[in-house]
């Protein structure tokens, strides 16, 4: 199983077309979000793929019920939780958490992998037996490239997706 990795989306529409059709490309069956959507129309270019979510609510996402609402609205089943949450994967047992200082590190070890956000810097690193993951930034807003990250779940195999200015076309859907 294929999953699609994003945070700190940050209202940019060009970059989550791009990112989430990326991933769609990729052959993913799910998107995980470690928090940062800001704004519930970020949710409308993620519907246009199909994919479901699963995600967490960060630092700067305020309406959290408009966030629900949106997901929701898009045809396919996704779910929005409080940082951190536990996910079982495809058999496999992932925490999502938008700032990794959150948790204590036996929360880490607990889990299979832990996919988080916050820092804006894609990451992957192995603490024992625990993959941690940080996409980095969907957003590109403060080191200038969208970043994304897709997890082969039996693998463990990671590959970031790095978006170039000339990916980045006006968002069609943003006048909707």
Known sequence: MRIGLISDTHDNLPAIAALVRRMADAGVSLIMHAGDYCSPFSFRPIHEVHLPVLGIFGRND????????AASSGGVSSELYDSPHSFEVGGHSVLLIHDLGEVQQRSIDAHEIVVHGFTHVPEMKTRGNT?????????????????AAILDLESRAVEFVKLQPSDLAPYAGASA
Do not use: K, Q, R
């Open 62 to 69: 305020g309406d959290h019920a408009g966030l629900v609402a």
């Open 131 to 147: 993959l941690l993951i940080n996409p980095g930034e969907g957003s590109g807003w403060l080191y200038g490239s969208p970043t």
